[in-house]
T-cell receptor
């Protein structure tokens, strides 16, 4: 399977704290993307980082990529209750997208 | 940006029957994919829907069980054939390009 692994599987934090989730993958990639899923239905794209980039920011999101270790991390700063969701990394190999195992984030008000 | 309409949103089917799921995108897209997701699990890629040609299936998925059509750049169907309870899952259509995928809201399938 080309599916990536994410950790932790589940994360529970207080509102205002930062949340960090990690993704490891197996193959060479064109880019890596992070998605959010609420209520087990459609996913929403959050941020993309290309294989030649090491760090990317978008609002309260910070993504890092280490292609030598085949790993990425997503940091959500100053978390809010509305950030409660499942988060998935997705590796783009050029022709397909493979999703990681996901991290379930709960932000407690 | 792309809006994806997927239907049906849910269905309950009898063992041995088939269900066709439709996916309509409101703009032309280069890529369309079909995924399966068990509750609380990750997404498993079933196949890439290729416009005007046979779909490209991932290991463990075959055309006889999951026939896929994509007659144009904005529409695709996935059929789940000869269903068994093990096919109960959420089926997701996605579309986009190499830099972003958009998702439909999914089809929740229950097979009795």
């Amino acid at each position: 399977s080309q599916q990536g692994e994410e950790d932790p599987q589940a994360l529970s934090i207080q509102e205002g704290e930062n949340a960090t989730m990690n993704c490891s993958y197996k193959t060479s990639i064109n880019n890596l993307q992070w998605y959010r899923q609420n209520s087990g239905r459609g996913l929403v794209h959050l941020i993309l980082i290309r294989s030649n980039e090491r760090e990317k920011h978008s609002g309260r999101l910070r993504v890092t990529l280490d292609t030598s270790k085949k790993s990425s991390s997503l940091l959500i700063t100053a978390s809010r209750a509305a950030d409660t969701a499942s988060y998935f990394c997705a590796t783009n190999t050029g022709n397909q997208f493979y999703f990681g195992t996901g991290t379930s984030l709960t932000v407690i008000p | 940006s792309a809006v994806i309409s997927q239907k049906p949103s849910r269905d309950i089917c009898q063992r041995g029957t088939s269900l066709t799921i439709q996916c309509q995108v409101d703009s032309q897209v280069t890529m369309m994919f079909w995924y399966r997701q068990q509750p609380g699990q990750s997404l498993t890629l079933i196949a890439t829907a290729n416009q005007g040609s046979e779909a490209t299936y991932e290991s463990g998925f075959v055309i006889d069980k999951f026939p896929i059509s994509r007659p144009n750049l904005t529409f695709s169907t996935l059929t789940v054939s000869n269903m068994s309870p093990e096919d109960s899952s959420i089926y997701l259509c996605s579309a986009g390009d190499n830099e972003k995928l958009f998702f439909g809201s999914g089809t929740q399938l229950s097979v009795l």
